[in-house]
């Protein structure tokens, strides 16, 4: 059951690159890919286990390739471990050429978040029932 679960709490998000969120290199300014990636991540580890959440961590994060202005940027995360208060939601960003059929894996990092209560204590993030 948790598999399916992690399945249909997928989360994916296109972007394009216009030159207001470049850098002085003409490439996504990293700043900007941190704060896509949390915010997908976050909508994933939500619609797992539909409790408010909040980051506690972001693991490494590598920038393997830049993001050129005027290409397409996916972000997709997914949850990849579940524990007792907490879950880690692993996000890729994949650079797409908009003009021709070229797309590259870009960043990737790992997010953690904690499920907490009405009191901002941490409960337990998923159960069977859930």
């Not at 995360?77 to 890729?92: D, H, P, W």
């Not at 997010?111 to 029932?129: N, S």
Request: proline content about 3%; overall charge negative; hydrophobic content about 45%.
């Amino acid at each position: 059951m948790m598999n399916a679960r992690i399945e249909q709490s997928e989360a994916r998000v296109i972007k394009a690159i216009f030159p207001s969120i470049t850098n002085h290199h003409n490439t996504l300014f990293g700043g900007e890919a941190l704060a896509w990636m949390d915010e997908t991540a976050f909508i994933a580890a939500t619609r797992f286990c539909r409790k408010p959440l909040v980051t506690v961590s972001s693991d490494r994060i590598d920038f393997n390739k830049a993001i050129p202005a005027g290409s397409l940027a996916e972000i997709i995360a997914r949850v990849i471990y579940v524990g007792n208060t907490s879950l880690k939601v692993e996000v890729n960003i994949f650079v797409e050429d908009m003009y021709r059929d070229h797309r590259e894996h870009a960043i990737r990092g790992v997010f953690t978040f904690v499920a907490v209560d009405d009191d901002r204590q941490p409960t337990q993030v998923w159960t069977q029932e859930s």
